[in-house]
């Protein structure tokens, strides 16, 4: 069985810094893609990163490009995202997703197989 497990989620200050984990376990291939979405209250949920443990690639939305950076441990199984420069509108739940391939975009959305619970950021003016 597939799991992800996502924690780091809180409340921070307008241009503070919050770091987000997800560990994978159960995954049935050697290499993952691990996306972040988040979904703030009334809007749909949109992919902001993504890492690929197969060359370590990353992929970012412009909502975040230069402010969050997406890592991976891959002893651990584990995909990071920090966010810095953080901005109230970032207040949203985060989720991560794991897939064998990263797509962000439209598509993003009904890509990933394999979903964690969230966890709430909040980002306070």
């Known amino acids: 069985e597939v799991q992800l497990q996502a924690s780091g989620g809180g409340l921070a200050e307008a241009g503070g810094s919050l770091r987000l984990s997800c560990t994978v376990s159960g995954f049935p291939f050697d290499d993952f893609a691990v996306a972040w979405f988040r979904q703030a209250p009334g809007k749909e949920r949109e992919a902001v990163s993504c890492y690929s443990s197969s060359d370590g690639s990353t992929h970012y939305a412009d909502s975040v490009k230069g402010r969050f950076t997406i890592s991976g441990d891959n002893a651990k199984n584990t995909v990071y995202l920090q966010m810095n420069s953080l901005k109230p509108e970032d207040t949203a739940v985060y989720y991560c997703?794991?897939?064998?391939?990263?797509?962000?975009?439209?598509?993003?959305?009904?890509?990933?197989?394999?979903w964690g619970q969230g966890t709430q950021v909040t980002v306070s003016s």
């Open positions: 997703a794991a897939d064998s391939a990263c797509a962000l975009g439209m598509v993003a959305l009904k890509w990933y197989d394999y």
